[in-house]
């Protein structure tokens, strides 16, 4: 096996949207951790879920995982409050900059998926 070679190799999609969880403390093994790997995933290669996240992404979310879409909002809500609450700020400044105002709560569950799917390391995917 060519360990040279798989060390050299990009990272999926997948990949890096978990790496990009993970920096912002999304507690992994949560719904809502998968919940937001798939949402992101989808928003990143179909930016027109982004405009009606309650209606397009999310239904598809809840179909994916046989439940519905209040608790697939609520699980991402979950995630998103403990990442914020537990995570490093100037990470988080890093990734969200001034989208959002620190010390006044948390991004909501449409901005986190939307700044995080628009990051320019991302393009590469669409």
Known sequence: MN???LQRREPTLEEKVYEILKNLRVPIGSKGHKYLLDAIQTAVREPETLSSINKKLFPRIADAYNTTVACVESAIRSAITRAWGNGDP??????FGHTVPFG???????EFIAIIANMPEMRKFK
């Not at 100037?90 to 990734?95: D, R, S, T, V, Y």
């Not at 006044?104 to 449409?110: I, T, Y």
Request: proline share 6%.
């Open 3 to 5: 360990y040279e070679l």
């Open 90 to 95: 100037e990470i988080q400044k890093q990734h």
């Open 104 to 110: 006044s709560g948390r991004p909501s569950d449409a």
